[in-house]
């Protein structure tokens, strides 16, 4: 009798923990971390990573993913698709207007039991997004900026479940601490001039050239083999 307790108990838990996003990663599907391991060993760099850069493209709707190898060399671990971020060219500013901040930022918090299944949060307002505010005298700058899994967003980055499996696993091994996220409007690496629109903040140009400058040292290869065009939901 006390072991059929006992078991009950134990399936109770283990139910209850599958039913968490986060189990995602270890109770179905395909172990995700041996994964990893071989994507950082093709790419020439240690699991997991010493730092990771991850560079969101609107225009292209392509999220890059570097890992940083024992020399501290970016080395380009995976490409996922962006399946939805709200919103058009120009930088986020002001809550409820649905759009994708753009600029540098830190991953602040990871989030297992997300409703978009998993999620990571970025640190929108960053300094730069409060200084122009206050130079503009806007408020209410909004927040709760996330890459999420799913395929809906509402000024947030949504790349699809098994990829957000995939790079929630990198993530948390690698340290929030150690993870940057770059979010440009279109690859600024290409040397092509730089957005415009009349609808743009005036500051827009100095934004996009600090982000043209952080993304130059981040050089894709010429055929890029390591793309997930689509991942399921």
């Not at 838990?13 to 950082?40: D, K, N, Q």
């Not at 967003?153 to 790349?159: Q, R, Y």
């Amino acid at each position: 009798m006390k072991a059929a307790r006992l078991y009950i108990a134990v399936a109770v838990l283990s139910a209850l923990f599958c039913s968490t996003a986060y189990s995602a990663i270890h109770c179905s599907g395909e172990p995700v971390r041996p994964r990893l391991m071989a994507l950082c060993a093709e790419a020439e760099c240690n699991y997991p990573p010493k730092g990771l850069t991850l560079i969101a493209l609107k225009k292209e709707k392509r999220l890059e993913v570097w890992g940083a190898d024992d020399c501290g060399r970016p080395r380009l671990v995976k490409e996922y698709e962006i399946w939805a971020a709200s919103g058009d060219t120009g930088p986020k500013l002001r809550e409820g207007d649905y759009q994708v901040p753009e600029g540098v930022y830190t991953v602040t918090r990871l989030n297992p039991n997300s409703r978009y299944h998993l999620s990571m949060k970025i640190d929108y307002p960053n300094a730069f997004d409060r200084k122009m505010a206050k130079h503009d005298r806007r408020r209410q700058l909004g927040g709760d900026i996330f890459i999420h899994g799913n395929a809906k967003s509402k000024g947030c980055i949504a790349i699809g479940n098994a990829a957000i499996e995939e790079l929630y696993g990198l993530v948390e091994d690698t340290g929030t601490s150690h993870v940057r996220v770059i979010i440009a409007p279109c690859d600024l690496r290409t040397g092509g001039a730089l957005p415009v629109s009349g609808k743009l903040p005036k500051w827009t140009p100095t934004l996009y050239k600090k982000i043209a400058g952080e993304m130059a040292g981040y050089k894709r290869p010429v055929a890029p083999q390591k793309v997930l065009v689509s991942s399921n939901l």
